[in-house]
């Protein structure tokens, strides 16, 4: 079963591993949009665009990572409809779901003299050695908060994920806003407590952009390893 989540783990990372880089990072650039937003443009700027255009227009980077980020800049033509973009990105992140899910499998130590290593970071046995300890690590502590994030955000992907999430959650308190659309969004975007949550957040998207990164490192030097091993001698 071990050997099944590694390769399962291994072949959803390689083809979709740097599309989880772009969500993750841009999905960490937005998330203190509002804040930002409010800094940089004094309140009497907003109300004004807010009179002139129903709501203020977002700044041109979080529009742009707000489409790169929902549809990898394959913004549909209308509202509510899909694009190939934003099918990618709904297909990223349901294989994302899947890497996380294999990767804490896998993070289960075998005994309990591995437990401590589970949770330490090597940086005196080479650089290799660091990436693999940072990627299993780091991995686990943004694990929970990146599969919220995946899980929610599947419903703005797929009308019939949607369909199923919103009637497995019917009657559950709701949010503020008075829907369930808005309580997603919480849980999504880490608003549901405050600058704590959404420090939190910004720092397990910025782990998911980075997870794949050293995961291709680690797997570019096993598969070297393995063809030097591989490589017959010369006579």
């Not at 330490?120 to 919220?148: I, P, Q, T």
Request: contains cysteine; aromatic residues 14%.
């Amino acid at each position: 079963m071990r050997k099944f989540f590694k390769r399962l783990h291994l072949w959803l990372s390689v083809p979709l591993g740097l599309l989880i880089s772009v969500v993750c990072l841009s999905g960490a650039a937005l998330v203190f949009e509002k804040e930002i937003t409010q800094a940089l443009r004094p309140a009497a700027q907003q109300a004004e665009m807010a009179e002139k255009g129903g709501k203020p227009r977002p700044l041109p980077f979080f529009r742009t990572m707000r489409q790169l980020h929902r549809w990898l800049m394959d913004v549909p033509p209308r509202k509510g409809e899909s694009s190939t973009g934003r099918t990618v990105v709904g297909i990223t992140t349901l294989a994302m779901a899947g890497i996380l899910v294999s990767g804490l499998v896998l993070w289960v130590p075998r005994n309990r003299r591995m437990l401590g290593n589970r949770f330490r970071v090597s940086c005196d046995k080479g650089w290799r050695r660091f990436c693999y300890d940072s990627h299993v690590v780091l991995g686990f502590y943004a694990a929970l908060f990146l599969l919220v994030m995946a899980l929610t955000g599947l419903t703005w992907s797929f009308g019939w994920y949607r369909t199923a999430a919103y009637a497995l959650f019917d009657g559950v308190a709701v949010h503020p806003s008075g829907s369930l659309k808005g309580w997603f969004y919480a849980l999504h975007t880490g608003s549901w407590g405050g600058m704590w949550t959404k420090a939190l957040y910004f720092l397990a998207a910025l782990i998911g952009g980075i997870l794949p990164l050293s995961g291709y490192y680690l797997w570019y030097k096993r598969t070297r390893s393995a063809r030097k091993k591989r490589k017959p001698e010369l006579p």
